[in-house]
């Protein structure tokens, strides 16, 4: 044994201490205590120190074969050859393997463990074999005798993951010979591996693992070995090495079962890349069947989740009825949760959070997805929605999260904001509905009609097909049929389109693909709050556009109700229109008094409908045949009013008239209310235009302007029909149907003609406008005017009223009369008057026998001249048309002494009074004075004493029923 010190100064070699003679020698790299069995000593910090009889004491290194020692207060006893290892600090063991090198010796391979132990000793040889001449193969000898430790703290990738208090393998006291030959076969101590809060204390064999570190391998019994407190069991295999503590083959967890080469155990965590995991139902029905291929299981131990992923193009098989799940399940003690993506047979569930039962899949957050049967695509979507699967029921129910939450049909283009959904595995029919309205009742027509278009139901379907026109309505119930692939939306009090609301048939629309509602039959429609069509058929295009066909309830007077059918609805810059045609078979009434065939419309601007075609009376006159009368009108059902212009048609297009007309041939008055004319030369006493008009109460049909047959008060012109009566009447201008070229008569009253006697009675004011002697006119006005026994003639009569208005115009003869009113006289007479003589109340007859109208009782003279008269004299007037021309007769008696007289007959104004000075003046005047200014050979005039005899004769012919001969009958 040689020991080499080698230092620098002021380092001393050695240092004798005097008082135990213990020698510290420094400078000491190695000692070489056998070079036959490879012993060496190596001190920390080069320092050592010689003891009595050569025995050595120091800290370091000792080498001795394939076994390397560190530790401190070892020393070596020279007489018995060993060395104390008193505090070992760890051990270092390497191996010969199986390879050679270069010159035959086997390759030494290091393990990576340390061995920790107490205290050992090591026998370097025999005691008697110091210089190694002889071989003791049993040498070196190490003898371990205290507990020795392994520790997995420090292994790579891994460090802190096992930590020594918990985790590490116990080995007992051992002897070792011969190490420097040592194998992996020579290493197997026994020991007892504290395996923490995985595995139990169990006792093992250390031995060196395929990864060159001591650990175990373990093959567990058949019962199986718990792990992390009983709560998995362990199959197969199990070991510890520097890769960690490992198992391999079969666990049961709960109801599961996995199979997998490796199980990495850690103390906070399993983890492993399954072969197989496996879940059968559990008697409480916690957890449904599961099956799985090529998993990787990550087991949280402490929350005690135990969380499985499959890898791509490998899923879940669940329920044993087809779903599968492509993503992750925890499987905890009192439920399987999961996330990722369901696929059942027609259906796809995503969700951060299932929770499955055995025969159920809950889910407080998912999208909810229906396959679709013709693409490969989707045809319902429900975005965060609350799901819940039962495949006992065979059912799937779902509800919206939010009010923003909404579902899609994206192959029907359509969306929904319904809150509550249950699907049927069986039928494929996905019912829907909104929460607490489902049983609402629809509105009946009346409420439809009333429902303001600023406060719409909020919609919960929108068409998606055109974002700038989407078609929206409210429906609180429904179902989409999977293979119809259709929606049927039910509880749809309304769809609004354009200015119309349209509901359909018991609330319900069918939806098809591209977004198309299916035409809605007997549906009801409400146009702009004003119409109600019912029956109706609708294809529904946009929110700007429908068309169809329907049916109008029209309501008369009387509350009875004719249906009109409109084949032809539509919509014009958002405008409901409908069109139909009434045909004379259907025998419709406007109301009882009004017949009708022809077009008509509905707007959606109106309230009223607009009729195009003929509207008929109803009579039972056998005197008088009526035809239709052609219009086009608006008609209120409760004011039924028909136009009647100045020239009115029949539905053939044939003039229509309506009076009682003075026929031009057979010299006859004849009546007819929207009938034939006999001749187109007949005049009507009056002519009335405007509109014709039922007044019940009186059971007579009008025509007349619409202010007149708002205020019959009013002048103007009117033809009345009493059609119970037969009695044909008017007023406003009249006309005789003669012509008196320069002598010029107006005429204003009113006519009663009664149908059966044919008689015609009149009441009129007569205006005559002729040339004569302005002296003339004032004496016979000044005679007349001096005669106090004389009636006053009513001036606030409606003859005088409403004939003056009709004669000179409402203003005109309002200024007359205020003038008489107050000063008996008129100032300055209007300009519209421009009358000789006015009779104001002429009672007039129609004398059949004579062809003429013939006034009876007093006649009431108005004006004579410029000056007003206003009183009521005897007399006659009788006015004729005859083929030879015209005749005027006026003949006015005061008294006996006092009459004057008038006769007009072509061309000539003859005169005679009883004032013989008025005889005289006439009789004067000479002959060009009494022409008119216009007269000429066609058209003469001229005025005269009347003829003799031609007063007595005209009054001998009033007085009788003589007459005249050549009257053209």
């Keep these: 044994m040689r020991i080499v010190s080698s230092t620098k100064a002021p380092i001393d070699n050695a240092v004798l201490d005097l008082k135990n003679y213990n020698l510290t020698v420094n400078g000491v790299n190695g000692v070489l205590l056998s070079d036959s069995q490879r012993v060496a000593m190596f001190p920390y910090n080069r320092q050592l120190v010689i003891e009595k009889n050569r025995s050595i004491h120091f800290d370091g290194v000792v080498e001795a074969g394939l076994f390397t020692v560190y530790g401190k207060n070892f020393s070596f006893n020279y007489d018995t050859f060993k060395i104390r290892l008193q505090k070992i600090d760890s051990l270092r063991i390497s191996v010969e393997t199986e390879q050679k090198d270069m010159y035959g010796n086997p390759v030494i391979q290091e393990i990576n463990n340390l061995i920790e132990l107490g205290t050992a000793e090591l026998f370097i040889d025999h005691p008697a074999n110091k210089s190694g001449l002889r071989s003791y193969k049993e040498y070196p000898i190490i003898n371990a005798i205290s507990y020795s430790y392994i520790f997995y703290d420090k292994i790579a990738g891994l460090e802190g993951v096992y930590p020594q208090k918990d985790f590490y393998f116990k080995v007992d006291p051992f002897t070792y010979e011969n190490i420097d030959h040592y194998t992996y076969e020579d290493m197997n101590l026994s020991g007892e591996f504290i395996g923490g809060n995985i595995l139990k204390p169990m006792k093992q064999y250390l031995t060196i693992q395929d990864s060159n570190s001591l650990g175990f391998n373990m093959i567990i019994p058949d019962d199986g070995i718990g792990v992390y407190g009983d709560k998995g069991i362990l199959y197969n295999e199990i070991s510890m090495s520097n890769r960690g503590l490992i198992g391999s083959g ?79 399940v925890t499987l905890t003690p009192s439920k399987l949760l999961a996330k990722g993506a369901i696929e059942m047979t027609d259906s796809r569930i995503t969700s951060n959070l299932f929770n499955f039962r055995s025969n159920a899949i809950r889910a407080d957050t998912s999208d909810y997805n229906l396959k679709s049967k013709s693409t490969s695509g989707y045809s319902f979507i429900a975005e965060n929605a609350n799901t819940d699967i039962n495949f006992d029921l065979q059912t799937a129910k779902f509800r919206l999260n939010t009010d923003s939450s909404m579902v899609k049909f994206p192959e029907l283009q359509y969306i929904c904001t319904m809150t509550d959904f249950t699907y049927s595995m069986q039928s494929r029919i996905l019912s829907m509905e909104q929460k607490g309205k489902s049983n609402t009742t629809l509105m009946t027509s009346e409420q439809l009609l009333r429902q303001p278009f600023s406060n719409l139901d909020k919609p919960t379907f929108f068409a998606t097909n055109n974002l700038e026109d989407t078609v929206s309505f409210s429906s609180w119930k429904g179902l989409y049929n999977l293979d119809r692939e259709l929606i049927e939306a039910e509880n749809i009090n309304y769809i609004r389109v354009a200015d119309a609301l349209i509901q359909p048939d018991s609330g319900k629309i069918t939806i098809s693909r591209r977004a198309k509602i299916e035409t809605l039959q007997n549906a009801l429609v409400a146009v702009n709050n004003r119409h109600i069509l019912h029956s109706a058929a609708i294809d529904i295009e946009s929110t700007k556009r429908y068309t169809g066909s329907a049916i109008y309830d029209y309501t008369d007077e009387n509350k009875e109700i004719q249906q009109i059918k409109f084949p032809e609805l539509s919509v014009d810059t958002l405008t409901t229109t409908a069109k139909g045609i009434i045909p004379v078979s259907q025998k419709f009434m406007l109301s009882p008094a009004f017949s009708y065939s022809g077009d008509v419309m509905l707007s959606a601007r109106s309230q009223l409908l607009t009729f195009t075609g003929s509207v008929g009376i109803v009579h039972n006159c056998s005197n008088m045949v009526s035809y239709s009368l052609k219009f086009k009108s608006t008609i209120d059902p409760l004011k039924i009013l028909i136009p009647v212009s100045d020239k009115p048609r029949d539905i053939n297009d044939n003039l229509v008239f309506s009076g009682s007309y003075i026929n031009a041939d057979s010299i006859h008055i004849y009546p007819a209310f929207l009938s034939a004319q006999k001749s187109w030369t007949d005049v009507p006493l009056v002519n009335a235009t405007g509109f014709l008009y039922y007044e019940k109460e009186k059971g007579r049909y009008l025509i007349s302007s619409l202010a007149k047959l708002t205020d019959p008060a009013l002048n103007g012109n009117l033809i009345s029909f009493d059609k119970n009566y037969c009695v044909m009447s008017g007023e406003g201008n009249l006309s005789f149907g003669t012509k008196y070229d320069l002598f010029q008569m107006s005429s204003a009253g009113n006519f009663i003609h009664r149908m059966d006697s044919g008689t015609v009675n009149i009441e009129s004011i007569l205006a005559m406008d002729f040339h004569f002697s302005p002296e003339g006119l004032k004496m016979m006005a000044d005679e007349l005017r001096m005669m106090p026994t004389l009636t006053p003639v009513n001036l606030n009569s409606d003859l005088y009223t409403k004939g003056m208005k009709d004669l000179m115009g409402t203003a005109a003869a309002a200024q007359l009369k205020e003038d008489i009113d107050l000063f008996g006289a008129t100032r300055n007479l209007p300009k519209e008057f421009t009358y000789e003589l006015l009779l104001n109340d002429v009672k007039f007859f129609w004398n059949e026998s004579t062809a003429s109208f013939r006034s009876k009782g007093k006649i009431g003279i108005g004006f004579i001249g410029t000056q007003p008269i206003n009183t009521y004299v005897d007399g006659y007037v009788e006015i004729q048309r005859r083929r030879s021309g015209d005749m005027l007769d006026v003949y006015l008696k005061a008294d006996d002494a006092t009459w004057y007289y008038f006769s007009y007959f072509r061309g000539v104004l003859m005169t005679q009074s009883g004032n013989s000075a008025y005889n005289s003046l006439i009789t004067t005047i000479k002959i060009n004075d009494r022409k008119h200014p216009d007269a000429s050979v066609r058209v003469p005039y001229t005025y005269m004493i009347a003829a003799e005899g031609r007063l007595q004769s005209f009054l001998r012919r009033m007085t009788s029923e003589e007459p005249l001969e050549d009257v053209i009958r």
């Design 250 to 328: 079969t666990m049961k967890r709960l109801s599961s079962t996995t199979v997998a080469e490796e199980y990495h155990f850690f103390p906070d965590s399993m983890i492993s890349q399954v072969k197989s995991f496996n879940i059968v139902k559990d008697a409480a029905g916690l957890f449904p069947v599961l099956n799985s291929e090529d998993v990787a299981v990550n087991w949280l131990t402490k929350p005690d989740e135990w969380i499985a992923t499959n890898t791509v193009g490998k899923k879940f098989e669940m329920f044993e009825n087809g779903t599968t799940l492509d993503g992750s």
